[in-house]
Nanobody
Framework: VQLQASGGGLVQAGGSLRLSCAASTFRSDIYAIGWFRQVPGKEREFVAAIRWSGGSTYYADSVKSRFTVSRDMAKSTVYLQMNSLKPEDTAVYYC?????????????????????WGQGTQVTVSS
């Protein structure tokens, strides 16, 4: 699976951005697509995830009610709509695909649950 993340940029606090994650070679065994973010000197952290089949969504508490993850199955693309952005949302955002499930009921919040990663896209929120 090859993943291409795009849509990052510079936005003022309170603004919005929509990130896209396109799977150029889609596999029918993709269970979920997740979004993670990382700032220099810190570990990569979970942001949101969506199950490819069924569309169940999961969010980190820090973004719940502000971010929305969705999918377009026809385009093999997952979106991350980010509203009410805060300076602390500034990070490089990565999308990842999981082609296996570690346990029933997984929320796909852990990096080790993913086996394919796209390149990052920078999101910068100015105060």
């Amino acid at each position: 699976v090859q993943l291409q993340a795009s849509g990052g940029g510079l936005v003022q606090a309170g603004g919005s951005l929509r990130l896209s994650c396109a799977a150029s070679t889609f596999r029918s065994d993709i269970y979920a697509i997740g979004w993670f973010r990382q700032v220099p000197g810190k570990e990569r952290e979970f942001v949101a995830a969506i199950r490819w089949s069924g569309g169940s969504t999961y969010y980190a508490d820090s973004v719940k009610s502000r971010f929305t993850v969705s999918r377009d199955m026809a385009k093999s693309t997952v979106y991350l709509q980010m509203n009410s952005l805060k300076p602390e949302d500034t990070a490089v955002y990565y999308c990842a695909a999981a082609t296996f499930v570690l346990r029933d009921g997984s929320r796909f919040e852990k990096e080790y649950e993913y086996d394919y990663w796209g390149q990052g896209t920078q999101v910068t929120v100015s105060s």
